[in-house]
């Protein structure tokens, strides 16, 4: 099995657990924060699909789906066009608001099919070009993939963590 298969079945399976997590919310359940300061399944969402656009997009030299395709203006979102979420505020967690689950899911699979797009054409020796040499040591091409698909895991685990909580406080 070639490295790219690997990273092709994790990120697919990302896709998998969004539209699961996704699946059967309305926009109270999509936007509920348990305590102030908490994120929401839509800001979880939004953020981990901005976060794999912005990098996949940077490492492989493509536009970002979500300028590109008009996602921004869809979305209507009070907050800079690059904005991925990286670092927000409680206040700017509550921007997101987004008019449906099935927005998201939309954005994320357009995300899905260029990440998807660019995996499929790598070869072996691709993984080890340098995408950052912001960071000591540089970061390669393989690291960053395995950087996204692990923050993008995360944070869908905890949307699905959020989602498990808000049904049963409604049960």
Do not use: C
């Not at 924060?33 to 490492?59: C, G, I, K, Y």
């Not at 979305?75 to 008019?99: E, I, M, N, Q």
């Amino acid at each position: 099995m070639h490295a790219k298969d690997i990273l092709i079945d994790g990120y697919g399976r990302i896709r998998e657990e969004v539209h699961a997590v996704l699946d059967g919310l309305g926009p109270d359940e999509l936007h509920h924060r348990p305590v102030p300061d908490a994120n929401s399944v839509a800001w979880l969402v939004w953020h981990l699909t901005r976060v794999q656009d912005d990098h996949v997009a940077d490492a492989f030299e493509l536009g970002q789906v979500w300028l590109s395709q008009g996602w921004e203006k869809r979305f209507g979102l009070d907050l800079p066009r690059h904005d991925t979420g990286y670092g927000h505020s409680p206040a700017k967690v509550a921007k997101v608001r987004v008019g449906s689950a099935g927005l998201l899911a939309d954005y994320y699979d357009a995300v899905h099919e260029q990440s998807l797009g660019a995996l499929r054409g790598l070869a072996a020796n691709d993984l080890g070009r340098i995408v950052d040499e912001r960071w000591d040591p540089p970061v390669t091409l393989g690291v960053r993939l395995v950087s996204v698909l692990s923050d993008d895991l995360q944070h869908i685990g905890q949307a699905a963590y959020l989602k498990g909580l808000i049904q049963s406080a409604a049960a």
